[in-house]
């Protein structure tokens, strides 16, 4: 027992390094993107961004070639394909990737022409809409109008722009924002947080006049403020006091309009203690090879008037998830381990030695968390055993149950790889000229996991 204690202290003491996981995430947690449905009608193309959990994103434009880029965190898996051909409504195709370790970026190609477009916020993800007539890159002619008008624009664009005014009411039931900028520029949502706020970023628009807006209370919106964070950056921050299920952003000569569609109230429980929202984390590989060391505890009195009873018992299995439900996961495992202990016999003091090889096949459910993962199998063992001595040699196999628990803990920058903690029941009984010895028993230890996908 004592091997099996001081295994049990080294591991709470790995466990009070590491620190108490968190069980509950906040915005910080990893989301899915899920999916990317394409829908073309003769009007419109409707590309359907799917992310589960929650996350917060921003857009923005680029030029050289022209493009759109939306960009989606914290995102830890990406279920989508890397590229769509479209060749439809100023689009010519789009692609996923990832951009940082967490963040996925949908990038649209365009034509040279950027279309006119719509982002809009719903409850399972993102929605770009795209409205233009063409559906083919036509080159004007170069005339000397064309060069007038050319040169003319560049001279616009070299002016100042001037984010003038910000107002705000409602039109056809719904709560709209219009921000009114003289002169050339280019925005992105910075962030949504807990989706109740809005923040979007406008530049080179150095010459600021619209104010901010406080004590609104209007269809679930409080404030509106206005800030510089550069030279040529300014910053919008809407903020409401419900959650924000769906909008649209329509890009204006003069600037921008947002249309929010809805605005969810929070429901406040007991004691103004806002409830937790269902978190979908970041889903562990679908497979895992564990190498594992313990201590090893035979049950049988007799057996431990002969041997010392308890010694290292080392192994390997190999896990597969066949089975996801959000946070839940349902497996399988095959498994094999290897103990041997050494004794003498009361009387004659001969040396003996015990080999005990079980091998064993359970199911398991685990919970996947945002550090840990916690798991519970149950299974059967098939033990196989061989005494050994200068006068006699026996062996054979019986076949028991497993009843095991534990969890694995993650690596931070360490993905693939997780540290795991078990306690471990084992039953079998041995056999030998009527003679019945308990071989099953407790086993306690730590392993180490490596995590893979595949198939």
């Known amino acids: 027992m004592k091997k099996i204690f001081s295994i049990f202290l080294i591991s709470a003491f790995i466990l009070f390094a590491l620190g108490t996981p968190e069980i509950y995430g906040g915005q ?11 829908n073309k009608t003769s009007d419109f193309l409707k590309v359907v961004i799917g992310v589960s959990g929650e996350f917060g994103y921003q857009h923005f434009e680029l030029k050289e070639p022209s493009r759109l880029v939306v960009e989606i965190s914290p995102v830890g898996e990406i279920r989508v394909d ?7 409504f100023g689009v010519r195709a789009v692609r996923t990737g990832r951009f940082k370790p967490d963040t ?31 559906d083919v890159d036509i080159v004007p002619p170069v005339t000397a109008r064309a060069v007038e008008q050319e040169e003319a624009l560049q001279e616009e ?77 300014t910053r919008i921050v809407l903020d409401f006091s419900g959650m924000l299920s769906s909008f649209k952003i329509d890009r204006r000569e003069n600037g921008l309009s947002i249309s929010f569609l809805s605005v969810e109230e929070q429901v406040i429980g007991p004691a103004g203690v806002m409830p937790k929202k269902k978190i979908v984390y970041k889903p562990i590989e679908n497979t895992a090879a ?82 840990v993962v916690p798991f519970v199998r149950v299974g059967l063992n098939i033990m196989n055993y061989k005494e050994k001595s200068a006068v006699h040699e026996v062996s054979g196999s019986s076949v028991g149950p497993q009843i095991a628990l534990g969890m694995y803990i993650k690596i931070p920058d360490l993905e693939q790889l997780r540290l ?7 039953g079998a009984t041995a056999e030998e000229e009527d003679v019945s010895l308990n071989i099953g028993g407790i086993e306690a230890g730590m392993g180490i996991a490596f995590g893979f996908n595949i198939l």
């Open 104 to 134: 996925a970026r949908i990038v649209f190609d365009l034509v040279e022409a950027l279309p006119s477009y719509e982002i809009i916020q719903v409850a399972n993800g993102i929605e770009v809409v795209f409205r233009w007539v063409e």
């Open 82 to 88: 890397e590229s769509y051909d479209i060749n439809a």
């Open 157 to 233: 664009v070299k002016k100042e722009s001037h984010l003038k005014s910000i107002s705000y009411g409602k039109r056809d039931d719904q709560l709209k924002v219009d921000i009114h900028i003289d002169g050339d520029f280019f925005y992105r949502t910075v962030e949504l947080r807990h989706f109740s706020q809005l923040i979007l970023d406008f530049w080179p628009v150095p010459i600021l006049s619209a104010e901010s807006l406080k004590n609104i209370n209007l269809s679930g919106m409080k404030e509106i403020t206005v800030q510089k964070t550069g030279p040529e950056t």
């Open 290 to 371: 564990t190498l594992t060391f313990g201590g090893y505890e035979v049950s049988d009195q007799v057996y431990n008037q002969i041997y010392s009873g308890n010694t290292l018992i080392f192994g390997f299995e190999l896990s597969r998830i066949f089975a996801r439900n959000g946070n839940h996961n349902f497996g399988v495992v095959v498994g094999v381990n290897y103990y041997k202990d050494t004794g003498s016999s009361t009387l004659t003091q001969e040396e003996s030695t015990f080999t005990l090889i079980p091998y064993y096949f359970c199911v398991e459910y685990l919970l996947n968390q945002k550090q």
């Open 28 to 38: 910080e947690d990893q989301a899915v993107l899920e999916k990317l449905d394409l």
């Open 420 to 426: 795991k903690f078990y306690f471990k029941w084992m």
